[in-house]
């Protein structure tokens, strides 16, 4: 690392901070000790890793993507392209963190990247002295030829060249969060127009929030020397800031990046919660992705410097100007003690004053305008330019030429760069807006078609004045809230002179001249993209990689635009800009995950008795996002089905209980509750009583079934509707989506209450007898008071308010019964208490697939997003006397066809034959292929009722060839067996016990 500990190219051993200045906003009484590849350094508490870096001498920070070119800091924000590294490690490695942002605490561990083996003697250096090879686009006509070589050679070589940063390999262990906020404004960039419009708000009573990505507030007044008021312009931020940490409508959010604008007036925010702490405590998040719900917004998001392209312009030590400012100013530092600024604007002098305040020597201000201001403290020349620099880790000198062409070289550690500032525009484009040029300041400003709702105030809007800032952050405020102006107080008195740009981009005659400075796009690369026929801004961008970089051309695409607008001969107005796209900065994985990993990556929900089936020994299944019971094993039971036939003959004899829990359960309310069901669902449901239940089936718009269940009417405008577990959520977005898109002005609302009520199934003979010794005696459950699809709500255990629905899943007498999710545990205890005379069985979900399967309901095998109501022998529910989705479409040919697919019955000729579920069917002769598939099973199962295996399946006319013997084959296990087509009710066809 020979730039460690380096100024004007002379290594210095000492640790010392040789580059520290007066001054600053740092704490000198809290010295920090941090490494950088290993080598011990110091700063202070309020340095970032670069200013500390800078202080200690240390330039070279990183090395470019392409060329491995010595890289060093060319900002002082998050806009930073070229000091990228790693930070922690082991398993808590950072990297493609930026120096320039990353805030020093003690024991901080930084590492270089993209070099080998040393940041100094990086070997892939070499690269440089072959760009002639390596131009713009060259990855596309290199690599082709021999084809063999491309996956043995190419391609390893390239992936081992290519990237940054490296992950270690380990699974991260710091935890991520999100998190959700609502406000009347959201005040984006802490700066004086953020503060102010936050401050005019606040005092107004509205609820605000206020970010800003820097660990101190104040945006640009942190960085200068200007006034506020009667206070210096750092220490009126700080009073701003604490003023509004008064107001408990007021949320300060330091530390957070807004990092896109979305539909709504929704933002993105990560919050770097822990990132700038030696280490987290047990269980707080490294970071939060904040959800933000904003009726108002204000973006003050500020101003990026452009530098200017001449030859070497990538040297560490060159940098912008405002960027030297903010280090000498804010961090006290300087990247060397000599300095010469290079600029097209009045904005390059201030840098030049301030640094000689601080005892830096100017070498010069080269104003490339032939007007330039001159000044008493160092040499101004006018109309010159930089044209080249020396230094090969660093910067040593700089070449000068004046207006008549003579050049000589200044010597200089420090070389700041301003060609001006653009307005941050990317937050007002995330929705499709472009911003348009302005004239008057030569840069790209916000569209008039912003998002919904935002407004635009201080230098993001174009206002490059501290005055200016401060009256429109008021303005913006009073606009977006309707606050009366003339009630506030007078602004404070600020820095009003006139800011003009000139629009210089490139030095006329530089060939390697760095406009992407990570990825190695010079102006060279844009005019050999001009001179190949890749001239729009987003083949410019693709053939280049210009602005691809992980700054995403912050400081790259407007002079890579001005390149080319010169080249066709276009005003850059018309050359455009590229799509901005969210994040506005890089964003780790881990946030937008937040808890979402690991077991919490797919959370189980549990249901109301899992406690209560733990202890009694279940073997549980995931079942969509749900733990459910499988089965429930007795001592002496060493196989599954001992177990699950124990439980069907249990039911079917006496009495069993399940959780179905599960299954989706929506509240549909309102005076147009039935006319939105008799939409939603094929069948008829307008005449419905009160106090009935009827089976339902969904539609597709295509008219394939989407989800069967039941609708219960508890009153006049007031239904409760089940669909399966694994369609829960899915019919519910469907059914707000009929609702809120498709017939909005119906009276209706829809709830889902699946996690609210506890149901369990109560069925067999006796299942009668157990429920009269739990509902409350007022309400006769009797067959005649309360029949077959039956509901109603009632109290049970002497007034806990419950509901009661006579249906039937395993075909046998049964109820389900709910009661609120927090008496889910206690009843299923008390429901075994009171079975006991009737030796009650629990069943899990094998036992209810097993009896579903002999009673022929169809589930989720069967509704398997292919199947029609004909498939599934439910054709006739398909009302013709109303319409409804899917309706129409239902009744294509091509799904009513007169050998299409029905649902049957099979069982095997051989009772110790076994059924295969996925197995097809063919004739007991013939063929056996594709071209002879008579159809396939969808479930099959054990039926301890019967003896033997069953199945249900989908065969050609399948209602027509009900007592044919079949062949159920399985080409890829090789099995063959004999079948009998049935009818798909195995156990009670005629449903004699379920009306019992």
């Known amino acids: 690392m020979a730039d460690h500990g380096t100024n004007h190219g002379t290594h210095h051993r000492t640790h010392g901070q040789i580059n520290r200045l007066s001054g600053g906003q740092i704490d000198r009484n809290q010295p920090l000790s941090f490494t950088f590849d290993g080598k011990t350094f110091q700063g202070y508490h309020g340095d970032t890793l670069a200013s500390a870096l800078l202080a200690n001498g240390v330039r070279l920070m990183g090395r470019s993507f392409k060329y491995h070119r010595p890289r060093g800091p060319l900002t002082a924000g998050s806009e930073e392209p070229n000091a990228i590294v790693a930070l922690r490690s082991g398993a808590y490695q950072e990297p493609n963190t930026r120096a320039t942002t990353a805030e020093l605490f003690e024991g901080l561990e930084a590492t270089s990247q993209n070099r080998w083996p040393s940041l100094a003697f990086d ?43 490296a992950l270690t390999g380990a699974a991260d262990p710091d935890v991520y969060d999100k998190g959700f906020r609502h406000c009347d404004l959201f005040v984006v960039g802490a700066g004086p127009s953020g503060l102010m419009a936050a401050r005019t708000a606040a005092e107004a009573g509205f609820e605000v929030i206020i970010a800003d990505e820097d660990f101190r507030l104040g945006g640009r007044l942190n960085s200068e020397q200007e006034v506020v008021g009667d206070q210096a312009g750092a220490d009126w931020a700080a009073s701003q800031v604490a003023h509004l940490g008064t107001f408990p409508n007021v949320r300060l959010m330091s530390r957070t990046t807004v990092i896109g604008t979305f539909d709504h007036g929704i933002y993105g925010a990560v919050e770097r919660v822990t990132d700038h702490l030696p280490t987290s405590a047990e269980g707080q998040p490294r970071q939060i992705l904040w959800r933000i719900y904003a009726k108002h917004t204000v973006l003050c998001a500020g101003a990026t410097e452009r530098p200017i392209a001449f030859n070497n312009n990538d040297r560490p030590g060159v940098m912008l100007a405002g960027a030297m400012r903010s280090y000498a100013n804010r961090w006290g530092v300087c990247a060397a003690r000599d300095a010469v600024i290079f600029t097209s604007n009045d904005d390059g002098h201030r840098t030049a004053a301030d640094l000689h305040r601080q005892g830096v020597a100017i070498a010069a201000v080269v104003d490339t305008r032939a007007d330039a201001p001159s000044s008493d403290e160092h040499a101004v020349i006018a109309g010159a330019t930089v044209t080249d620099t020396r230094g090969r880790l660093g910067l040593n000198a700089v070449q000068v030429t004046d207006a008549t062409g003579n050049s000589r070289w200044l010597k200089a550690g420090a070389l700041g760069v301003s060609g001006g500032w653009n307005p941050n525009v990317n937050l007002t484009s995330h929705q499709g807006a472009r911003p348009v040029w302005s004239d008057a300041l030569n840069a790209f400003v916000p569209s008039p078609s912003l998002p919904p709702q935002m407004s635009v105030a201080g230098a993001a809007a174009g206002m490059l004045s501290t005055h200016g800032a401060l009256h429109s952050g008021v303005d913006a405020a009073c606009k977006a809230l309707e606050i009366d102006p003339r009630s506030l107080p007078a602004l404070p008195k600020a820095d009003d002179r006139p800011v003009t740009q000139s629009a210089f981009w490139c030095v006329q005659g530089s060939e390697r001249a760095w406009l992407d400075q990570q990825n190695d796009v010079t102006v060279k690369d844009v005019k050999l993209s001009h ?125 069993g209980v399940c959780d179905c829990t599960t299954l989706g359960k929506i509240d549909v309310q309102g005076t147009d509750a039935a006319v939105f069901l008799n939409k939603v669902y094929c069948n008829g449901f307008a005449k419905l009583a009160v106090g009935r239940t009827r089976y339902g089936l969904m539609l597709r718009e295509d008219g394939i079934a989407m989800d069967d269940g039941t609708a219960a009417r508890l009153a006049e405008d007031h239904f409760v509707v089940t669909t399966t577990t694994a369609n829960a959520g899915k019919v519910y977005q469907h059914m707000e989506f009929v609702r809120q898109c498709l017939w909005p002005d119906l009276d209706v609302q829809l709830i889902s209450t699946t996690e609210s009520w506890a149901q369990y199934a109560i069925a067999g003979p006796n299942a009668r007898a157990l429920l009269q010794k739990v509902v409350d005696a007022e309400f006769d459950i009797s067959n005649d008071a309360f029949p077959f699809m039956a509901c109603g709500a009632i109290t049970v255990c002497g007034g806990l308010r419950a509901r009661l629905f006579r249906i039937s899943f395993s075909g046998e007498l049964a109820f389900e019964l709910a009661v609120p999710a927090r008496y889910g545990d206690a009843m299923m205890r008390l429901l075994m208490d009171a079975g006991e005379e009737f030796n009650v069985t629990p069943y899990g979900t094998e036992a209810l697939g097993v009896m579903r399967i002999e009673k022929g309901h169809a589930a989720g095998n069967e509704l398997n997003g292919t199947t029609t109501a004909q498939n599934l022998g439910l054709g006739r529910m398909v009302s013709k006397l109303k319409d409804s989705i899917g309706s129409k479409l239902s009744e294509r040919v091509g799904l009513n066809t007169e050998d299409g697919l029905r649902l049957v019955g099979l069982r095997p000729l051989d009772p110790k034959d076994k059924i295969t579920a996925g197995g097809h069917v063919m004739n007991a002769d013939g063929p056996v292929d594709a071209a002879h598939d008579q159809g396939y099973v969808t479930s099959a199962a054990y039926s301890p009722t019967l003896g033997n295996m069953i199945g249900l399946a989908f065969i050609k006319s399948g209602s027509e060839r009900i007592g044919d013997r079949m062949r159920l084959v399985s080409p890829l296990t090789k099995t063959s067996v004999e079948v009998e087509v049935v009818s798909p009710h195995f156990v009670d066809p005629e449903g004699e016990r379920q009306r019992a």
């Not at 072959?130 to 686009?137: D, E, R, V, Y």
């Open 123 to 165: 070997a892939m250096a070499i690269n440089d002295r072959f760009s002639n090879f390596l131009t713009a686009g060259f990855y596309y006509k290199t690599f082709m030829w021999p084809a063999a070589f491309w996956e043995k050679i190419y391609e390893p070589i390239i992936r081992k060249a290519a990237g940054l940063g």
């Open 531 to 655: 001179q190949e026929g890749f001239r729009a801004v987003e083949h410019l961008k693709r053939y280049t990689t210009l602005g691809m970089a992980t700054d995403q051309g912050k400081t790259s695409n407007m002079g890579g635009l001005a390149v080319m607008a010169e080249l066709t001969g276009q005003p850059i107005a018309d050359v455009g800009t590229t799509m901005f796209r969210p994040p506005y900065t890089p964003t780790a994985i881990g946030v937008l995950a937040g808890r979402s990993r690991g077991k919490d990556f797919h959370p189980v929900r549990l249901t109301p008795s899992h406690y209560w089936a733990k202890e009694r020994g279940a073997v549980f299944v995931e079942v969509g996002n749900w733990l459910r019971a499988q089965w429930f094993p007795i001592e002496g039971e060493t196989h599954w089905r001992q177990s699950v036939d124990r439980e069907v003959l249990a039911t079917r004899s006496s009495v």
